[in-house]
């Protein structure tokens, strides 16, 4: 401590003034406390960029902990599982494996025959054979009706009730009045399931290619399914082959691409046809029934109703059937001839198998 001056001290006090205020090193003083309201400390502002990178601290690095597994369903894969392409359909009514088949079948039937044998009960038998055939290519089973009322008409098949009926009496040059059956009304019944048969394959086929083509993948369901299908399902009016027809198109696999080669083009080419009937039985129906209608009118209808999409293409199978029926010794005599040309043509249009053309020549 420094000692005080002794001289000076009779003299009057100097006024005080107030001391500077020492400057002190060291933190900011705090600001003093003014009455009123508070004054909150100021929010740190926030300041927008990168976020700040860890400290690094010696030592071992800490990992972070897995998490615990947890139990629950399987992850269901966002898209389809790729199944292999499929060959769809395997075989149909055009394949010569059924064709042949179909061939030796009615040949037995017609051995088969007793002298007596009534009309309905030949055809009843030849609707078997034919129920084989389609279930060879996966055709739902079809009701039968066997007609008597027009003797110029040989079969009907309607899609809407899944019934195909067959005239027991067709009229053939005049052989319709008697009881028996002869060979040419049976080779003619032979002709006419088979045609009746490929329109119910036709119309399988185009249910079957529609739904297909309606179906998307289910992330949720782990599946296909068609979108808003009870209002699809309400066009049909057989709900059992409605059912059957979905079943197969929503677990069909792929589709065969190019490099398949033939497969693909045959594959390509029914397709093709297929479409062409699933028009014919919606966007073009009217236009169909108006054909049907009036096919007895004149030659002109008579020719629209050959070239049909679907009778063009019953027609040109039932006659490669002829061709092989002509190659037993039973019918050979009955199908040697070829249906005469079409009277409307003349046989100048090769676009349906009534031009009188060899087979491979028909488009």
């Not at 010569?96 to 309905?120: F, L, Q, R, T």
């Not at 050959?306 to 002829?322: C, H, S």
Request: charged share 25%; hydrophobic share 40%.
């Amino acid at each position: 401590m420094k000692p005080l001056d002794t001289k000076n001290q009779n003299k009057p006090p100097a006024p005080v003034l107030p001391a500077k205020p020492a400057v002190v090193q060291g933190p900011p003083v705090a600001p003093v406390a003014v009455k009123g309201a508070a004054v909150l400390p100021a929010k740190p502002a926030v300041v927008k960029g990168p976020p700040v990178a860890p400290v690094a601290v010696k030592g071992a690095a800490v990992l972070p902990a897995k998490p615990a597994a947890v139990q629950g369903p399987p992850v269901v894969p966002i898209k389809p599982p790729i199944k292999p392409a499929v060959i769809w359909p395997q075989l149909t009514m055009e394949s010569s494996h059924v064709m042949d088949a179909y061939v030796k079948k009615v040949v037995n039937c017609w051995s088969g025959i007793k002298p007596k044998s009534s009309k309905e009960n030949i055809v009843r038998e030849l609707a078997k054979v034919l129920d084989e055939i389609h279930q060879m290519c996966g055709v739902p089973k079809t009701k039968l009706k066997i007609d008597h009322s027009a003797p110029t008409s040989a079969g009907l098949f309607d899609k809407g009730s899944w019934t195909m009926s067959i005239n027991a009496d067709m009229d053939i040059n005049g052989e319709g009045l008697s009881s028996s059956i002869t060979k040419r009304q049976f080779y003619q019944m032979v002709k006419t399931l088979y045609h009746e048969g490929r329109h119910t394959e036709q119309a399988w086929l185009a249910r079957v290619q529609s739904l297909f083509e309606q179906r998307v993948w289910s992330a949720s369901q782990n599946k296909y399914e068609v979108l808003n299908l009870p209002a699809v399902k309400h066009t049909v009016h057989v709900p059992d082959v409605f059912d059957r027809a979905l079943n197969v198109a929503l677990n069909r696999g792929g589709e065969p691409d190019k490099r398949a080669g033939k497969t693909y083009d045959d594959y390509t080419k029914l397709i093709k046809k297929i479409k062409l009937w699933y028009d014919a039985m919606t966007k073009n129906e009217k236009y169909e029934q108006c054909v049907y209608a009036n096919m007895g009118m004149s030659l002109h209808w008579l020719h629209k109703y050959f070239t049909l999409p679907m009778e063009y293409d019953a027609f040109l199978l039932e006659e490669r059937l002829r061709e092989e029926l002509k190659k037993t010794s039973d019918f050979k005599d009955v199908a040697a001839n070829p249906p005469l040309p079409c009277f409307h043509c003349g046989g100048t249009n090769n676009q349906h198998v009534f031009s009188g053309l060899p087979l491979d020549k028909v488009k």
